[in-house]
């Protein structure tokens, strides 16, 4: 289990060809990464965790999203070549399938920016969870970790087991009183590490 007292090697030590190994952008878990930083964060604050769902739950949308790309390629010629809609020119067909991609796209860019953006943060002065309810709305709430009461993990069901992630339940005394770490990796991991800085921040 990563200490967070300890400090890890750099992400972004140089290796020996001189190359910079950096974190992995997409990556849904970051234990203390590098360079990262978000709108007011403190000075002397360092973020611990950098959170997002696991990529694997992103399968759904990603299927229908390979369905939709196909059924230009596939569907529309099966239409024209047995004229199961005679009254449609083909030059319809040729005008849908370009509108049908750009929709296809958007569809597939918003589910995207929907992950990547919605992200929950653990630094060593407080827990932020960030939200976006569409792409121009979102919803940030934060708590002081001093206000943490309790920190537990719910994960069950056979996808949930083999792929180790799960849902990060933090229970505070703030404005907010329950945060939902949902469907994030390595659970326990992230329960063990949040008890560390509550430890800490009991010490001083």
């Known amino acids: 289990m990563p200490e967070i007292f300890v400090s890890p090697a750099s992400p972004q030590t140089p290796k020996a060809n001189g190359k910079v190994n950096s974190p992995n952008p997409l990556s849904a878990f970051m234990f203390m990464p590098q360079g990262v930083s978000f709108e007011n964060q403190e000075q002397d604050e360092t973020i611990v965790l950098l959170l997002r769902k696991h990529f694997i739950t992103n399968l759904p949308w990603l299927f229908i999203s390979v369905v939709l790309l196909l059924i230009p390629v596939t569907f529309f010629p099966f239409v024209v070549i047995n004229n199961l809609i005679p009254q449609l020119p083909i030059a319809f067909f040729r005008l849908v399938a370009p509108v049908w991609y750009l ?11 929907m992950w990547y953006f919605t992200i929950s943060i653990v630094t060593t002065e407080r827990i932020l969870d960030i939200d976006f309810i569409n792409l121009l709305n979102k919803k940030v709430a934060e ?4 206000k943490v009461e ?11 087991a083999f792929f180790d992630y799960g849902n990060v339940i933090v ?5 907010e009183p329950v945060f939902l770490f949902q469907s994030v990796p390595k659970p326990q991991q992230i329960v063990r590490i949040i008890h560390q800085l509550l430890e800490r921040q009991e010490e001083t």
Do not use: K, P
């Open 143 to 146: 708590t002081r970790l001093s």
């Open 171 to 175: 229970q505070t005394a703030g404005t």
């Open 103 to 113: 929709f296809t796209g958007s569809y597939i860019l918003v589910n995207f920016l």
């Open 150 to 160: 309790d920190v537990t993990q719910r994960s069950g069901g056979f996808f949930e």
